[in-house]
């Protein structure tokens, strides 16, 4: 009998994982069980609309999902339509890759004021995921607060600098699209507790915002340091090509372009202003020593009407599953959970890496299933066959990855020729389209 | 038709032929060496993952890197000095008996 698999999620680490296992060689049977009608997980709810490119992994994926031994359960959600204890009673093996969706908090006074938001939140509204599209943020602002110095946060501050132009080639739900472009903001603050080299973002993305159409990057010069220090040549490298594009920030003008994006460093948030709403950010100016950001015990306020906090993620507890609360991942030993239970990429990390950062994950759980079951000599349960069966009797709506096909030709259909599509934003629609078009 | 070897991360290598223009990832892609440079995003200078180690004098007599080109390298794993996208180097005839070295690196880099 095949070893029958069940995989969590189908974004990069889920896919990554069944491209191994299903070009190992053994009998596998591969079932990836998705909460969404959608695949590809953060590749379509998370990387920017406007850098498709980085989107194209997903033929990819589809090529994996579309191998014989492949089927995809999607609006299956694991802990609503199934629980994990009765997949690991029909599965060989169970796979969570079920990712990181969950905002790490502020942590200050005021955060829970209207218009401040997390980035996980924030960005699965411009990427029209179901589960945020009717987070309708108030853009009617003059000035926004993006705390964090990640990719993230440089995504969030670009898209809101983006022209009508730049905006009507990307996949954005119309709704946010008309959000951008109604908005007034002028100033766009992205501010981080630490000093520019200890900035996360990668200067590909950083490069990025100096050549926006209407938005101009400032950096400010005494922030800047003569050199990144003593660090291992990579790092070294990659530090001193990010110093080199903030210096070219410094240099440009103010009034260059309509808006602007203010990096602030040496800036850790205390309090969120305001009565009802946001108003303002109060910020401690800090100072890096050791790696380590200390307050100086000065302190200053940027006045503001949305905050966008791109400060990390974490996972979700899974129940029946052991839970690293700190850490916010579920703990295991190089993927290995417990027997028949495995983890790879967000869940078993956190959220840290790019999207092949996955792959090695996905490469190891084959391995360990592999051995585990002896090359497929050693499959006993049923898998799929017992999973359709528990699905019909609790009348679940399974989506199918040809009912994504039909999904995915009719948002390109709509992108209209210059978008790349216009997403379905909620399941009801998703389903109502499939129910007019069957056969 | 130009000739382009890949010497795998265990050492093995592999000789292929090329047809001229295509780039060194789709000549890879050709070859069903898929699992070894994945090639992410598809050519479009946003993954690192077609990265290529370029052997010996080789290296010498590609035309150099583009900033965007040299941007993207720097993410990649296993970095070294004659290290290049998979996706930027073009077979022409003057290339032929390009020898280019797949990095391991990136099916191994496990806790990070
Ligand atoms: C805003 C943002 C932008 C990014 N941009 C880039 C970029 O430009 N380039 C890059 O290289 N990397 C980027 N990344 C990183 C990249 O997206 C991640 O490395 C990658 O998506 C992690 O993969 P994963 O499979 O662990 O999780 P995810 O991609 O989050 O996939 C998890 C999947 O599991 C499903 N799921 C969750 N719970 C359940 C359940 N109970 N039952 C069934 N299914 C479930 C989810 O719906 C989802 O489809 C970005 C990340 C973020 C957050
Ligand atoms: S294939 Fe993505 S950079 Fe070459």
Same mark, same amino acid.
Request: positive net charge.
């Given at each position: 009998m095949p070893i029958s698999v069940a995989i969590v999620g189908s974004g990069p680490a889920g896919f990554y994982t069944a491209d191994a296992l299903s070009s190992s060689g053994d009998a596998v049977s591969i079932d990836f069980i998705e909460r969404? $009608?959608? $695949?590809y997980g953060l590749i379509r709810g998370g990387v920017a609309p406007d850098h498709q490119t980085t989107k194209n992994v997903q033929k990819k994926y589809e090529k994996t999902a579309l191998k014989e031994q492949v089927r995809f359960f999607g609006n299956v959600e694991v802990g609503r339509d199934v629980s994990l204890a009765e997949l690991r009673s029909m599965y060989d093996a169970v796979v969570l890759a079920v990712g990181a969706p969950r905002d790490r908090a502020? =942590?200050?006074?005021?955060?829970?004021?209207?218009g401040v938001f997390g980035s996980a939140d924030y960005v699965g509204w411009y990427n029209g995921h179901p589960d945020f599209r009717d987070l309708n943020p108030n853009l009617n602002v003059a000035a926004a607060v993006v705390i964090g110095v990640g990719n993230v946060a440089i995504d969030v501050a670009r898209l809101l600098s983006r022209s009508a132009d730049e905006l009507a080639e990307t996949d954005l739900p119309e709704y946010a699209e008309r959000a951008i472009l109604d908005s007034p903001v002028k100033d766009i603050w992205t501010c981080g507790r630490r000093g520019p080299i200890d900035a996360k973002f990668t200067n590909v993305e950083l490069r990025e915002m100096g050549k926006l159409s209407e938005s101009v990057p400032l950096v400010k010069a005494e922030q800047l340091p003569d050199s990144v220090g003593e660090l291992p040549e990579r790092d070294k490298r990659l530090k001193e090509r990010n110093l080199e594009t903030l210096r070219e920030f410094?240099?440009?003008?103010?009034?260059?372009?309509p808006k602007r994006v203010h990096f602030e460093f040496y800036a850790a948030p205390v309090e969120i202003l305001g009565g009802d709403r946001v108003e303002g950010v109060r910020f401690e100016r800090t100072r890096v020593e050791g790696g380590r950001a200390t307050g100086t015990g000065e302190f200053f306020d940027i006045p503001c009407g949305l905050v966008i906090a791109a400060i990390g993620y974490r996972s979700d507890r899974i129940e029946g599953v052991p839970f690293d609360d700190k850490q916010g991942i579920v703990p295991n030993n190089d993927g290995r959970v417990e027997d028949g239970l495995y983890a790879v990429g967000w869940i078993k990390r956190g959220p840290t890496g790019v999207i092949s950062s996955n792959r090695p994950d996905g490469v190891t759980v084959a391995e360990h299933i592999h051995n585990d079951f002896a090359g497929g000599a050693k499959g006993s349960k049923p898998g799929r066959k017992a999973l359709e069966k528990l699905l019909a009797e609790r009348k679940a709506r399974i989506v199918s990855f040809a009912d994504w096909k039909k999904l995915e030709a009719a948002e390109s259909e709509a992108g =209209?020729?210059?978008? $790349?599509r216009r997403k379905f934003t909620t399941v009801r629609d998703m389903l109502d389209y499939l129910d007019r078009n069957r056969n | 038709m130009p000739k382009l070897t890949f010497v795998m991360p265990d050492g093995s290598r592999r000789e292929v032929e090329a047809s001229e223009g295509a780039s060194v990832l789709e000549i890879a892609h050709d070859n069903d060496l898929e699992d070894a440079i994945e090639g992410a995003c598809e050519g479009s200078m946003a993954c690192s993952t077609c990265h290529v180690v370029v052997e010996g004098d080789w290296y010498a007599k590609l035309p150099p890197p583009s900033a965007e080109e040299s941007d993207i390298l720097d993410l990649a794993l296993g970095l070294t000095r004659t290290s290049r996208l998979g996706c930027q180097i073009r077979l022409t005839a003057d290339l032929d008996g390009l020898v280019v070295k797949v990095p391991g690196e990136h099916l191994d880099m496990r806790g990070r």
């Open positions: 969404l $009608p959608t $695949p502020l =942590g200050i006074p005021g955060e829970d004021k209207k410094c240099a440009r003008k103010l009034d260059e372009k =209209g020729g210059k978008r $790349p | -």
